[in-house]
């Protein structure tokens, strides 16, 4: 969003506070154009348990969803967008609120961010995952800066103390914080075979067949290296290899790459296979997960979503010590996480055959009790009884 979009969604948030809340209108915001994240899972069960709602949803370009006919569809940052967020009772983000950040302590332009949201108007956020990596105030553009932070949530839903501890401190203890989980991961508590065929079926993935899913993080200096690079450098037939002999079956690899990194994807042309197939023909990353029977993956916070699995997961970083020396800064060492982990492809083949499942799940156990996890499958019924009280007011 360029600055003359965000300065003119600033005024005209103020002007649009002389419209009226509509009680029964809800809007929504995952990533800014997808239909996805913990976003959808409470829409869809505000939908069921007040099938008379209102539920509008920020679709841009990149969202690859069939949208259900009862949502209302605005384009992000749009004039309409900002209209339909100014007269909605209830906004849910995967964000930290629709509009959230840091800004010079006595800068005039923080006065005006502080006092965007309209009177009567609830915020609830749920961010989009424990992050490895830093995150907001953390990142190196605010480090030793004067600022203080804003956002519209009233409400921010947490999966951990750890996180709760995070939050407090990115946030300045300004949102209060639900002790709830995640409603995205709740699906990951769900064990059904007829689900799981499904959902191979809508993201067009095989179905007699086992999944490895390779999910990196982007990187903002070298976008080749969120997933493309490392691809290349593969040996898919000591990787199948490897995958048959320790946990049998036949096997194909899933691409999901970082939104950064999609278009790059499209311009090389990269074409599918019985074996190898892209895996962004869904907006949801834990319908992934929960097809996935391994997952492959660097610094994304998915990692933390598959612990509550407890299937296997490889970390392979062949840039670790410029990733968390020079790009992004990480909040655990890499030896105190339960994953194996390699640098070089021969050494992700050798994790694999070398893997003790046993061994692995009581690391796993130890490294969610570590984090204070709350996650129980129930985060979606929490937040509703949260949404039920402002409801009805």
Excluded at 60 to 81: A, H, W
Excluded at 165 to 184: A, E, H, Q, V
Excluded at 244 to 262: I, L, P
Excluded at 270 to 290: C, H, Q, S
Aim: net charge positive; aromatic share 14%.
């Amino acid at each position: 969003m360029n600055k003359f979009i965000a300065y003119r969604n600033i005024l005209l948030n103020y002007a649009f506070k002389l419209l009226p809340i509509r009680k029964k209108q809800i809007y929504c915001c995952s990533f800014h154009g997808q239909y996805g994240d913990s976003p959808r899972r409470i829409s869809e069960e505000l939908k069921k348990q007040y099938p008379d709602v209102r539920i509008i949803w920020e679709i841009g370009m990149k969202s690859n969803e069939i949208i259900p006919d009862y949502i209302v569809k605005v384009k992000p940052f749009s004039t309409k967008s900002v209209l339909y967020r100014s007269m909605s009772k209830i906004t849910i983000d995967n964000y930290l609120g629709w509009s959230y950040g840091y800004e010079n302590v006595n800068s005039f332009k923080l006065k005006l961010l502080e006092k965007q949201k309209k009177k009567g108007q609830f915020g609830i956020a749920t961010w989009h995952g424990t992050p490895l990596k830093h995150i907001s105030i953390d990142e190196k553009q605010y480090i030793g800066k004067n600022v203080m932070f804003y956002s519209t949530a009233d409400l921010l839903m947490c999966n951990s103390f750890f996180m709760k501890k995070l939050y407090d401190r990115i946030n300045f203890r300004k949102i209060p914080i639900l002790m709830s989980g995640t409603p995205r991961n709740d699906i990951l508590f769900i064990n059904k075979k007829d689900r799981n065929i499904q959902l191979r079926k809508k993201l067009e993935l095989p179905v007699n067949k086992k999944i490895i899913l390779y999910a990196p993080t982007f990187r903002a200096d070298n976008l080749k290296m969120g997933g493309l690079s490392q691809i290349e450098s593969f040996d898919f037939e000591r990787l199948f290899s490897a995958l048959e002999e320790k946990f049998n079956g036949e096997w194909c690899f899933v691409f999901r790459a970082h939104d950064s990194v999609v278009e790059l994807i499209n311009k090389r042309g990269i074409k599918e296979t019985e074996t190898f197939r892209l895996g962004n023909k869904g907006d949801d990353m834990a319908e992934y997960l929960y097809v996935s029977d391994v997952l492959l993956t660097d610094y994304s916070s998915s990692f933390f979503d598959y612990s509550l699995c407890k299937r296997p997961c490889f970390l392979y970083c062949p840039d670790l010590e410029h990733y968390k020396n020079v790009e992004r800064g990480l909040y655990f060492s890499m030896d105190d996480l339960p994953f194996p982990l390699a640098m070089n492809p021969d050494a992700l083949y050798q994790c694999i055959k070398d893997f003790d499942m046993n061994k692995y799940q009581y690391n796993i156990d130890s490294f969610l009790e570590s984090l204070g996890n709350i996650e129980d499958g129930n985060a979606t019924v929490k937040i509703m009884k949260v949404i039920k009280k402002i409801m009805e007011d």
